[in-house]
């Protein structure tokens, strides 16, 4: 295409309000614009990159299979009110109502769909597997939309769905997904890597997420470099730092000792000339189920944070919150701050497994201004020890004790091993081999297609704009005459966009009357991954070969050109899976 008639409206200026490298480029590079917080128009550039995102993932889930569907994005309320998830999903979702007074949604995800389509039709264990899929916008009222198009109230998602009629089938549908993930993103151009996830709202068992490294992202993975451990931060587990317990605290008596004002670990810590790691941090959380809620004591070395991710699995709710201070006076007659897990009889304990044979610890002692030492876990209190701490960089590996690292990465994939929980709550059922009613067994693969384009900027950009791999820029290569109104260099340029086209590349030619310098800027900032400059040399028939990521310039002649950019463009590599 010609430069010259194209809307690519580029600014000079870093725009104010964006902050992460992609959010401030796809502005820059005029990709998107914004219509409201996390709503954006997608422009040329933008729709280019994501349609080759699309056709990527098409083909690969073609290939394993799945068949695509194109499905309502307005859901009625009732499906969602069948799998218990219209209630659950909160101010997430968006809702409306038609003229008729009627509740709808705008879709977030497709479960109940697919699951209504699949249990009116599917009748054997004959018709399975099926793997389903579509490529459709989603709509989430975010809490905090960011970033650009990295969290967006309104995008686009390719989610799959299977359907098999026991565990082994699920377990062969997850490995193909698994595997295709992995081609779409290295053939993406992205750095990826796959860890084992917690399932959140989904339900089911097993999940992987595939997370692009990045500082530029919310997710945190926890990895050691000495042994390949990897998890998300949200399950991962480590061996604290070990303290030194001293032994001889296990025969001192409990005892009371007053804390005026003094609440936090730090103050408490500090007033008693014990360390953090002496204390016991007592968390009264709420846990909310369907019906009714319940409290629990959660406890904590000092210096250990809760993961509400580990509980939340534990106690298997999605909701569960710190209590209010009139709940704690209530439970157990002090204020936040003096309580602890002594004497405590009608309140469920957890404890984290790092105060398992401690002693010798301070906790509240349930008496407003007052605390106690010398706590013995076992002795003075009973409670479950789980594993509830966040990790934090430096505990050691659970596999070989080298320190860990975190790592900040972007999630742009998660798939799921749902189990039954669609099938048997929509009442999903087909006849298993011998004659007899069977809920199948259901997977679930999200993969978000503005995130690719997000993370692949985040991973590959420098001070002058974006360096997208080949196969998902919007253009393969551009070609740029120095100037366009010097008639060898014009000719020499329609000649190489003419050659390169009917190579079958994807050919932009800047024909506009602009200075070399202005051309130079914008083809560097829209990130097109291969340039032919056309200058002066064009007189000896050579014209200038550059690598937008590596910098590097060589000259080829005219007839070199467009093999020499079709070798590269190809050269991307593809690992086996
Ligand atoms: P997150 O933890 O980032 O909110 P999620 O767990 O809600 O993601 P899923 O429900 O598993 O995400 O959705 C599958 C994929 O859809 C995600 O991996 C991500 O690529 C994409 N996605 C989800 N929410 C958004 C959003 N608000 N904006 C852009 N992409 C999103
Ligand atoms: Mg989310």
Redesign the pocket.
């Known amino acids: 295409m010609r430069w010259s008639q194209l809307f690519i409206p580029t600014l000079r200026d870093i725009p104010s309000e964006a902050e992460a490298a992609s959010h401030q480029l796809l502005l820059r590079a005029g990709y998107i614009r914004q219509l409201a917080a996390g709503i954006y128009s997608y422009l040329f550039l933008a729709k280019r990159s994501l349609l080759k995102i699309e056709r990527i993932i098409r083909e690969e889930m073609d290939l394993i299979g799945a068949q695509e569907f194109h499905l309502p994005e307005l859901h009625p309320a009732e499906v969602w009110q069948e799998s218990g998830r219209w209630k659950m999903m909160g101010s997430d979702m968006f809702r409306l109502q038609d003229r008729w007074g009627r509740d709808l949604c705008l879709g977030m ?1 497709e479960e109940e769909v697919m699951t209504t389509i699949a249990r009116g039709e599917l009748r054997s264990y004959k018709q399975l597997p099926q793997l389903w899929y579509q490529i459709q916008t ?1 709509f ?1 009222d ?1 809490p905090r ?1 960011k970033s650009g ?5 309104r ?1 686009t ?1 390719k ?1 799959s769905y299977s359907f098999d009629i026991d565990e082994k089938g699920l377990e062969a549908s997850y490995r193909k997904h698994y595997n295709a993930y992995c081609r779409i993103l290295s053939r993406s151009g992205l750095d990826y890597l796959s860890v084992e996830a917690h399932s ?1 709202a ?1 339900g089911g068992k097993k999940s992987h ?1 595939f997370v692009l490294p990045s500082d530029a992202g ?2 945190v993975v926890v990895t050691c470099d000495a042994c390949d451990y990897l998890a998300n931060l949200e399950k991962a587990e480590s061996t604290p730092q070990v303290i030194e317990n001293d032994a001889s605290t296990k025969a001192n008596p409990l005892e009371e000792f007053e804390t005026p004002g003094q609440k936090t670990i730090a103050e408490v810590a500090a007033f008693g000339g014990l360390p953090a790691s002496s204390h016991i941090k007592s968390l009264a959380m709420v846990i909310s189920e369907e019906t009714e809620s319940k409290a629990v004591l959660v406890l904590l070395r000092g210096d250990h944070q809760l993961s509400e991710a580990k509980l939340s699995v534990l106690v298997s709710s999605e909701t569960v919150r710190p209590a209010h201070p009139e709940e704690i006076q209530k439970w157990f007659g002090a204020e936040v701050g003096y309580i602890g897990p002594v004497g405590i009889s009608q309140v469920e304990i957890i404890a984290d497994k790092a105060l398992e044979g401690r002693s010798g610890l301070v906790a509240g002692a349930n008496k407003n201004g007052w605390h106690l030492r010398n706590v013995t876990p076992e002795r003075d209190f009973k409670a479950h020890f789980e594993d509830l701490r966040e990790v934090v960089a430096g505990d050691g590996c659970p596999h070989c004790g080298q320190p860990l690292a975190l790592k900040k990465c972007i ?4 798939i799921f091993q749902l189990g039954r929980k669609y099938s048997e709550s929509m009442g999903l059922r087909v006849l298993d081999e011998d004659g007899k009613e069977r809920a199948p067994v259901m997977g679930s693969y ?3 297609l ?2 690719i384009l997000t993370g692949a900027i985040e991973q590959n950009h420098d001070e002058a704009g974006m360096m997208l791999p080949a196969a998902i820029s919007p253009f393969e290569v551009v070609i740029v005459p120095v100037n366009f109104k010097n008639d060898d260099q014009r000719e020499a340029a329609e000649m190489i966009y003419e050659r390169c086209l009917k190579s079958g590349l994807d050919v932009l030619l800047d024909d506009r009357p602009e200075r070399a310098g202005v051309k130079f800027k914008d083809a560097e900032l829209i990130g097109i991954p291969y340039r032919v400059t056309i200058g002066k040399k064009v007189a000896e028939g050579l014209v200038e070969l550059s690598d937008r990521s590596t910098r590097l310039s060589t000259d080829v002649t005219l007839e070199e050109a467009v093999v020499s950019i079709r070798e590269k463009v190809q050269a991307a590599p593809l690992a086996d899976f």
Do not use: S
């Open positions: 995800t989603k989430r975010e939309p198009l990295m969290r967006v109230r995008f998602m989610d959140g989904m997420e919310e997710d999630e742009v994939g998660h999200g993969i978000g503005e995130r």
